[in-house]
T-cell receptor, first 117, second 115 residues
Framework: GAVVSQHPSWVICKSGTSVKIECRSL??????MFWYRQFPKQSLMLMAT?????????EQGVEKDKFLINHASLTLSTLTVTSAHPEDSSFYIC?????????????FGPGTRLTVL | KNQVEQSPQSLIILEGKNCTLQ??????????LRWYKQDTGRGPVSLTI?????NTKSNGRYTATLDADTKQSSLHITASQLSDSASYIC??????????????FGKGTHLIIQP
């Protein structure tokens, strides 16, 4: 149980285009999902907290207009990187908290490798 | 400031040997501590979770210890296998009103098992 999937697993795009990454909780409902970014040999850095049915909460320094988050249902959150640039190339990981487990219980997705040319 | 420090930063050992990874934290108030294994290009997978009252917890060849007084934890890997090559991340949760600021991530230990 407690499986989180991400799609796509990797994507290569041209600079200036937008890329959408999906995060799904497959066997549980998640009122809250989290988006992280991880650079090589670095730890996960929280970007934003996504709450079902409401606006996402962004961490300091993360541009909300560049990283659009939509949490339309209890099992799906999407991250759209708008007008992507090479510096946005990174490993993006989502996590989901089961509805009754508390926010500190997070199950991580497998990650999405974004490469912007 | 809530911090999690892991050591060593990287470690290379021969297959079959044991190793111990360290995690020191200053997170307060403490809720729990988790060790994750992250394979290259994959998301973290939970190995163990320990609360304040637990000193030792095992998961197969992985044994985690926790000393809540000194705020230290260790992850011991026994009879290492090539598949153990990964980054091991220590994550400490604090009792918070909500939000993922309740989690503090260590930078991880990059472990390489050589045949």
């Amino acid at each position: 149980g407690a499986v989180v999937s991400q799609h796509p697993s990797w994507v290569i795009c041209k600079s200036g285009t937008s890329v959408k990454i999906e995060c799904r909780s497959l066997d549980f409902q998640a009122t809250t999902m989290f988006w992280y970014r991880q650079f090589p040999k670095q730890s996960l850095m929280l970007m934003a907290t996504s709450n079902e049915g409401s606006k996402a909460t962004y961490e300091q320094g993360v541009e909300k207009d560049k990283f659009l988050i939509n949490h339309a249902s209890l099992t799906l959150s999407t991250l759209t990187v708008t007008s992507a640039h090479p510096e946005d190339s990174s490993f993006y990981i989502c996590s989901a908290s089961p509805r009754l487990a508390g926010l500190n219980t997070q199950y991580f997705g497998p990650g999405t490798r974004l490469t912007v040319l | 400031k809530n911090q999690v420090e892991q050591s060593p930063q990287s470690l290379i050992i021969l297959e079959g040997k044991n190793c111990t990874l360290q995690c020191n934290y200053t997170v307060s108030p403490f809720s729990n501590l988790r060790w994750y294994k992250q394979d290259t290009g994959r998301g973290p997978v939970s190995l163990t979770i320990m609360t304040f009252s637990e000193n030792t917890k095992s998961n197969g060849r992985y044994t985690a210890t926790l000393d809540a007084d000194t705020k230290q934890s260790s992850l011991h890997i026994t009879a290492s296998q090539l598949s153990d090559s990964a980054s091991y991340i220590c994550v400490v949760s604090r009792i918070s009103g909500g939000g993922a600021d309740g989690l503090t991530f260590g930078k991880g230990t990059h472990l390489i098992i050589q045949p």
